[in-house]
């Protein structure tokens, strides 16, 4: 429960309570950005306090690990920002970014293990007994752990995933995130016209092609997303691998039209398959897991 409740009480402040805003401008909101840090890893720690230690000894089980885990939360973010800001800009970015991403993250799942290790007294054997509750001799989540893990899983295949297929696929452009299709439109020339000139060809015809734009539905895309994920993960974990075909082809067929156009036809397939490789992660560890 110790850890669980520690790794999403990070996940919450980093994700949930994180706005696009607060990430573009990190130093700009970096206090805001550790008080939500401060009053989740809080909360959880009053809970475990409470739970596990009946709120005996308030130093080891609540003060030393709260600000053990908000100064290292605070020089990891910090060596980040700076590293990032010294680097000169490159065609690619994006996935250097995904690098500092997935590595600022590991280090703070690293410092919430150290501090479990240093004032919890728990070894690695012992997180993994205590996660999967060995201890009483089964290899199933308790019902409070079961619990917290749906939430963690929940959250990593919504707001984690999209943070790394938006990685990924880059920096959308405009005219490939709005394209809807091609318009051709052939016009006969007027009667009147081929009077006067007659020697033009009678079956001659103007022809015009445009492209249909649609206004930006980003937080739809979004949305469509996180459900995708989460129905791989679904039928991943009871075994159904041959239905998530279905889910491919439904994107497909939705955006059929759009997919005449190579540029955003690779941008499609790009973020699809992304999506769907890391639902099929989180939905083997959660099959792995929970049966």
Known sequence: MTTLMLLLAHLIADFWLQSDQMVKHK????KKHIFHHLLTTGIALIIIWGYQYAFQHIMSYLILPLVFIMITHLLIDLVKIKFIDS???????????????LADQALHV?????????????????MAASLLNLNNGTNRLSLSNTALFIILIYILATSVSGHIV????????????????????????????????????????EEYHYFTYSAPLRSRGKLIGYLERLLVILLTAVGAYPSIAFIIAAKSIARFKQLDDRNWAEYFLLGTLSSIFLGLVLGLIVQGVLT
């Not at 130093?27 to 970096?30: E, G, M, S």
């Not at 680097?87 to 991403?101: I, W």
């Not at 006969?188 to 009678?202: F, S, T, V, W």
Request: hydrophobic fraction near 40%; glycine fraction near 6%; proline fraction near 5%.
């Open 166 to 205: 938006k990685f990924i696929i880059g920096s959308l452009p405009s005219e490939f995130a709005n394209f809807e299709g091609e318009l051709t439109l052939k016009n006969q020339i007027a009667a009147g016209k081929e009077q006067i000139r007659p020697e033009m060809d009678k079956h001659f015809t």
């Open 110 to 126: 690293m410092m919430i293990l150290t501090a479990c290790m240093l004032f919890f007294h728990m070894t690695t054997a012992e």
């Open 27 to 30: 130093i700009k909101y970096l």
């Open 87 to 101: 680097l000169p800009k490159s065609p690619t970015d994006n996935m250097k970014k995904l690098g500092y991403f």
